[in-house]
């Protein structure tokens, strides 16, 4: 697993953000069965671009706390068999299925951690997992959908020791 990780924002997380993402990211792609080395993008920013961006791609001109832009058109979510007609999603360099991009503010992870009352680190690992499941085609548009991912993402966490 690849991370690409740009840090836009002069906010410090204060928790070892790299290794943390990595870890979450590769416990979802191991609970999805994901049969590839995958690679990510992840910006780390502010509200303000943030709230450009969601204002840009999603007409909503507010900050939020994550961003995901997957880049797979997965018809069900984990659903690697669209992958295989398709070789444009592979890195040349390194063969790596290109997942997409995250977008995470730095001050709402802050924001929510305190607002939920759990650690910095928990909300920005939640996000990271919440994130890399929309990366692998999970929604939640609806409430079955929202329960769905509600319990992979806890899953996720809990795996590797990061609870409330």
Do not use: W
């Amino acid at each position: 697993m690849t991370i690409q990780i740009e840090y836009e924002t002069d906010l410090e997380l204060g928790i070892d953000y790299s290794t943390l993402a990595h870890q979450v990211a590769d416990q979802v792609l191991d609970m999805e069965e994901c049969p590839y080395e995958a690679s990510v993008n992840l910006v780390l920013t502010d509200n303000e671009e943030i709230m450009r961006v969601n204002t840009e791609f999603r007409d909503i001109p507010r900050a939020t706390d994550v961003l995901s832009f997957p880049m797979i058109p997965f018809e069900s979510p984990a659903d690697y068999d669209i992958i295989e007609e398709d070789d444009t999603l592979f890195d040349l360099d390194t063969d790596e299925l290109l997942l997409g991009d995250i977008m995470i503010s730095v001050e709402k992870v802050f924001a929510q951690a305190e607002e939920y009352g759990h650690s910095v680190k928990r909300e920005f690992c939640f996000l990271i997992a919440h994130s890399m499941l929309h990366l692998l085609g999970y929604d939640h548009m609806t409430p079955e959908e929202a329960a769905v991912m509600e319990q992979k993402q806890e899953a996720a966490l809990q795996a590797l020791g990061i609870t409330r």
